[in-house]
């Protein structure tokens, strides 16, 4: 896997890419100019939640379940992962104590890394597709519920780029 690192990081950042030109250029005009719940990385408010939900209403509602949460959404959380699984490795294994870890391990660790992440962002995606597919369940509980998983998706996907950085410059330094 660590041999395709290069590979998997450009396809994860140009599907980022087309994912964030859409957010901006499609679907902010669909919500009046609101952002997306899911870009919100300090979460939201049930107001603010529902204020996008309305602004969006049935028709955008389902434009964005099509041709974000079925599509574009679906493949990023894995590839992302795989992602930080490669990449992981390759810092790793420039470091002689990760290095001197059986394979099994070293891949281990790093899924242990990814793997919450991954959870979290397709539990986010699923409930925010769900409130968008049926705005009756959009309720405080629902839509505070639905922050907390994007709160928690950055959060534990800070981790994996946190250790990522630090096994680059550690490497680096040693170099």
Do not use: C
């Not at 709160?151 to 780029?161: G, H, R």
């Amino acid at each position: 896997m660590s041999r395709h690192a290069a590979a998997l990081s450009i396809a994860s950042i140009a599907l980022f890419l087309v994912m964030t030109a859409l957010e901006f250029v499609y679907f902010q005009r669909l919500s009046g100019g609101l952002i997306s719940l899911d870009m919100r990385v300090a979460g939201f408010t049930p107001d603010e939640g529902m204020a996008w939900l309305t602004a969006l209403g049935r028709r955008g509602g389902e434009i964005i379940i099509v041709w974000h949460y079925l599509t574009f959404d679906l493949l990023f959380p894995a590839l992302l992962s795989l992602t930080l699984v490669s990449l992981i490795l390759v810092f790793g294994r420039r470091l002689s104590t990760f290095r001197a870890m059986p394979a099994q391990l070293q891949a281990l660790f790093s899924l242990v890394l990814v793997l919450p992440y991954a959870v979290a962002d397709y539990a986010q995606n699923f409930a925010l597709a769900r409130l968008l597919s049926d705005f009756q369940l959009a309720n405080p509980d629902s839509l505070a519920f639905a922050s907390s998983l994007t709160v928690t998706k950055f959060a534990l996907l800070a981790i994996p780029v946190f250790v990522i950085a630090i096994f680059a410059l550690t490497g680096q330094r040693r170099r």
